[in-house]
């Protein structure tokens, strides 16, 4: 297939898709794929990342092979390229036989335009002879940053992809989410034997989603009063412990919230059951670890909260980037305490990870704290992270409070001479003990009572003493010691402070005594529609549900949130203004279009098929008053003529073709010298009027 005979991607993306413009980035993606350059995507969740090789692999010939990680997500995206009318398929653990069967059938007879397999497919020697067999002319690999040491979720068999690559002689195109400089130096290193691919860095903003931290202040608590603001939206909350999963659940369905748990100690079928619910059902809320997320692709989760502070900014990047993939209004709160940062930290010394790499550890979580305890717009601190910047945010918790700070240099200098005169051999308790001049008995029997710093910090209370101390982590000026027990010991950024070379802010809203901090967002929580819009929004809820459980699949795969709040807000009133809806392919118009108006009008006015097939384009218009003059002109100008009438197929042909002479009108079939004499200079006319 040379270029000029390819099908027209933007065509197909309004065709197949329904989407009448690229999102920002895709366009330049997807040409380069197409021009069969290799090309390394960083895109943000919910910018369509998809889509760039989906519509590549419709306009080449042969096979796009797909590269992901998660058996649920493979089904899921199959399942939706199905819908719209796509031929796809997956080879997995999970395929029955009649499915595998099914999809070698497919691949056999070139119907097949996407295979979706998961990177330990690679490891059989079988793979590579069925995939040259196939005619695969594209690689394309999801969730990239798996192939990085550096990555959160590495998986050795994404080292294989560089091989394949190099066997097959085909373009590779790998996409992600979350990739610093590093993750992606790695990503290149080992998919493109190190020759830079066409990178495309599109940003990593996701202005739709609120951020928002709080330290940990009865965290169950604050937890139960974000969910109470959001009752009756899909939800996530993200745990440290299997056992907080289930007692979170647990606590949620006592305020009366649809909740369930997940993590990997449970029964692989009860964590499939749960997948699936949490797909299906909405305003169902998951307590899960972080075992459960990669694989999910659900549009309409409204929230993601943390119960426990995340291991690294990509970690936190890539779960909340769970929610809100529809680019619709989605919340999203972490909280943390010392005891977080102890766990973390605890965990990195204990690994067995070589130095070099436990110090790249502590730098990555550092950059969490940094933006756990941001004194300003928690976006901006985000993004930097990753490389990028935004010019304004108006949707983080900082922009809408700005905290308080105040000079705590004092307060910092007094926390470091404890740890440095009791010898760097103590946790934060028994520091803030000396400091608030107790005198327990451990203070007692080492003689810390006699210290130059006991008691000279009584200006703060112990629970404020803690988020100093925190703060201070937050700033790596101290770092638990697992040698010494959980030990703090200063690092050499303390020094400075210490000797009063350098000053240091604190926050003050994270020191004064917290109040009920998760209801002060309650107010803003973004509707999806107005109150009054809410019953039909629910009835198309509704009527999508019934037709995903006929389908026995995910709501979302018959339409998104988005398309149905958008039926809301724009009220078509036929097939023609239905077409128009962000998301309403050829195939889903055939499928739902009627099933969607009668709701929406409570009627729907069957329309010829023909007809159908022109819905949304200007085609239809044209057939329309096509057929008005047919109509007045079937027995003559004067009406006692022979009656001639054109089929429904060949006035549509006419308003497609639009040709632009009576005799090439007189050669679309149907037509014919006596038609093409009659109606011939009237269609004409019709056609120059448009």
């Known amino acids: 297939m040379n270029e000029t005979s390819r099908p027209n991607p933007k065509q197909l993306l309004a065709d197949v898709f329904g989407f009448d413009a690229y999102r920002d980035g895709q366009e330049e993606i997807v040409d380069a794929v197409l021009a069969g350059k290799n090309a390394l995507a960083i895109m943000p969740t919910g910018g ?16 796009t092979v797909v590269i992901s990680p998660l058996i649920a997500l493979m089904r899921d995206q199959v399942r939706a390229l199905r819908e719209v009318g796509v031929e796809a398929g997956s080879l997995t653990s999970g395929n029955s036989e009649e499915e595998s069967e099914e999809v070698f059938q497919a691949l056999e007879e070139g119907r097949l335009k996407l295979l979706y397999i998961a990177p330990e497919r690679l490891a059989n020697p079988g793979t590579l002879r069925m995939l040259r067999k196939v005619n695969t002319r594209l690689i394309a690999v999801d969730e990239a940053h798996c192939v990085s040491q550096w990555g959160h979720d590495f998986r050795p068999d994404y080292l294989r992809i560089g091989d394949l690559r190099r066997d097959l002689d085909v373009p590779l195109a790998a996409f992600t989410a979350t990739a610093d400089a590093e993750t992606r130096d790695e990503i290149v290193r080992r998919l493109f034997d190190g020759q830079p691919p066409e990178i495309f860095l599109r940003g990593f903003d996701r202005p739709n989603l609120h951020l928002a931290f709080l330290p940990k202040n009865s965290p169950r608590q604050q937890i139960l009063r974000f969910a109470a603001a959001r009752k009756g939206q899909s939800g996530i909350v993200y745990c440290s412990s299997r056992n907080k999963t289930e007692t979170l659940a647990q606590a949620l369905r006592a305020e009366g919230h649809l909740a369930i748990s997940y993590h990997a100690g449970m029964d692989r079928e009860d964590r499939k059951l749960a997948e699936t619910r949490f797909q299906r059902e909405d305003g169902l809320i998951v307590c899960a670890t972080i075992a459960f997320g990669m694989g999910i692709d659900k549009p309409d989760i409204r929230w993601v909260a943390h119960a426990d502070l995340p291991k690294s900014v990509e970690s936190y990047y890539q779960e909340i980037g769970r929610a809100g993939r529809d680019g619709a209004p989605a919340d999203t709160l972490t909280l943390y305490g010392s005891d977080d940062i102890r766990l973390q930290r605890a965990r990195i010394d204990e690994g067995l990870a ?20 941001a004194r300003r717009c928690r976006r901006r601190v985000l993004l930097r992270y990753f490389g990028d910047d935004v010019d304004h945010c108006d949707n983080c918790d900082l922009c809408a409070n700005p905290p308080e700070l105040f000079d705590g240099t004092t307060a910092v200098r007094k926390a470091l001479s404890a740890i440095l005169r009791t010898g760097e051999y103590f946790g934060a308790g028994h520091l803030i003990d000396i400091l608030l001049g107790k005198t327990t008995e451990k203070v007692i029997s080492r003689g810390h009572d006699r210290l130059p710093t006991f008691g000279v910090g009584k200006e703060y209370d112990q629970r404020q003493w803690q988020a100093i101390f925190r703060q201070m982590m937050g700033y790596d000026l101290i ?81 998104p949130d988005s398309t149905l709040i958008a039926m809301v807000a724009e009220r078509p009133k036929n097939l023609d203004e239905f077409a128009n809806l962000a998301g309403v392919g050829a195939v889903k118009l055939k ?17 010829h098929p023909q007809r159908q097939k022109l819905a949304g384009k200007p085609a239809g218009a044209l057939f329309d008053r096509l057929q008005e003059v047919q109509l007045a002109l079937q027995r003559g100008p004067e009406g006692h003529d022979k009656l001639l009438s054109c089929t429904n197929s060949t006035l ?35 056609l120059h009027e448009e």
């Open 591 to 607: 499928r739902y279009g009627k099933d969607f108006l009668e709701v929406l009008n409570g009627s729907f006015e069957t329309v």
């Open 479 to 559: 770092r638990p010691d697992m040698e010494r027990h959980g030990a703090l010991r200063m690092t050499p950024a303390a020094r400075p402070i210490l000797k009063g070379e350098e000053t240091i802010e604190l926050r003050k809203d994270t020191i004064v005594k917290a109040t009920a901090a998760g209801s002060r967002r309650r107010a803003s929580v973004k509707a999806l529609v107005s109150e009054e819009d809410e019953p039909l929004l629910s009835a198309l809820k509704a009527k999508r549900r019934a037709l995903a459980d006929a389908l026995n699949a995910p709501a979302y795969v018959v339409f």
């Open 354 to 373: 070589p130095p070099e790499r436990k110090e790249a550890d502590h730098a990555r979580l550092n950059a969490l704290l940094g933006l756990a305890e």
């Open 48 to 63: 369509g990342k998809s889509l760039c090789f989906q519509l590549p692999a419709l306009c080449l010939e042969g096979v």
């Open 652 to 686: 549509a042909k006419i308003a497609e073709l639009k040709p632009d002479t009576v005799s090439a009108m007189e050669r679309i079939q149907g037509m014919g010298p006596l038609k093409a004499a009659r109606f011939g200079e009237a269609f004409l006319a019709v």
